[in-house]
T-cell receptor, first 113, second 115 residues
Framework: AQSVTQLDSQVPVFEEAPVELRCNYSSSVSVYLFWYVQYPNQGLQLLLKYLSGSTLVKGINGFEAEFNKSQTSFHLRKPSVHISDTAEYFC???????????FGTGTRLLVSP | DAGVIQSPRHEVTEMGQEVTLRCKPISGHDYLFWYRQTMMRGLELLIY????????DSGMPEDRFSAKMPNASFSTLKIQPSEPRDSAVYFC?????????????FGPGTRLTVT
C-alpha cells in the first residue's frame, strides 16, 4: 500500500523568500505523484503532477517539484513566494494505472509581509 | 465547463436527522470520488465510482453512510442518522480515465455541521 508523509504541518515564510515543502512517499510499485493546493474555503486544485519522464516538474503559479526515486521524495519548491500563496498544500500518490489517490496530511504555508 | 458542482454548500442539522449531499461531476468524467476533511483526520477517501459503479467503499466509516450514483451526472452521499462526529467538509471530485491524466477536479465542498 502507498502512503505519504508531509513532515511539516506549518511553514511560515516572508514574502519573496524561497520555500520548500517536503513530501516523502512509500510504495513498492511505480507511482504517480501530485501536489494540490487548497485556498481557504475552497476545494483542492492541482498544482503539478509527475507521471513519467523528466524528474523536474513545473506547475502553475511558479511552483516546481522534483521526483527523487532513491530518496522516495517529491518536494515542492518556489523561488519567491507571494502573500497569495498562503494556503494548504497536499502531496498525493497513486499507484500506476489506478485512479485512487492517497493524500498526505497537508502543510499550511503562511506567507507574511 | 462549470466544474464539479456540490449542493448544498452548507448544511446544519440536528443529531439523528438524515442528511443528503449532492454532486454533479464534470461532463465526460467517468470517475467520481467522495472525500471527507476534518482537522483531526485530514482528507479521507470515502468511496469512489467508475462508470456509476462503486469500486472501493472501504473508507465509508459505517453503515450510517451510503452513496449512490444513479447516472453519469449525479451522485449522492447520505448519512442516516447523522451524529455530531460527522461534522466535516465533504468534497466530491471527478476525473477521466480515458485521458489517463489522473487529475482529480474537486468541487467547492459541503460544510456539514451536526448539532
Amino acid at each position: 500500500a502507498q502512503s505519504v508523509t508531509q513532515l511539516d504541518s506549518q511553514v511560515p515564510v516572508f514574502e519573496e523568500a524561497p520555500v520548500e515543502l517536503r513530501c516523502n512517499y512509500s510504495s513498492s510499485v511505480s507511482v504517480y505523484l501530485f501536489w494540490y493546493v487548497q485556498y481557504p474555503n475552497q476545494g483542492l486544485q492541482l498544482l503539478l503532477k509527475y507521471l513519467s519522464g523528466s524528474t523536474l516538474v513545473k506547475g502553475i503559479n511558479g511552483f516546481e517539484a522534483e521526483f527523487n526515486k532513491s530518496q522516495t521524495s517529491f518536494h515542492l519548491r518556489k523561488p519567491s513566494v507571494h502573500i497569495s500563496d498562503t494556503a494548504e498544500y497536499f502531496c498525493a500518490v497513486s499507484r500506476g494505472g489506478f485512479q485512487k489517490l492517497v493524500f498526505g496530511t497537508g502543510t499550511r504555508l503562511l506567507v507574511s509581509p | 465547463d462549470a466544474g464539479v458542482i456540490q449542493s448544498p454548500r452548507h448544511e446544519v442539522t440536528e443529531m439523528g436527522q438524515e442528511v443528503t449531499l449532492r454532486c454533479k461531476p464534470i461532463s465526460g468524467h467517468d470517475y467520481l470520488f467522495w472525500y471527507r476533511q476534518t482537522m483531526m483526520r485530514g482528507l479521507e477517501l470515502l468511496i469512489y465510482f467508475n462508470n456509476n459503479v462503486p469500486i472501493d467503499d472501504s473508507g465509508m466509516p459505517e453503515d450510517r453512510f451510503s452513496a449512490k450514483m444513479p447516472n453519469a451526472s449525479f451522485s449522492t452521499l447520505k448519512i442516516q442518522p447523522s451524529e455530531p462526529r460527522d461534522s466535516a467538509v465533504y468534497f466530491c471530485a471527478s476525473t477521466t480515465g480515458g485521458r489517463r491524466s489522473y487529475e482529480q477536479y474537486f468541487g467547492p465542498g459541503t460544510r456539514l455541521t451536526v448539532t
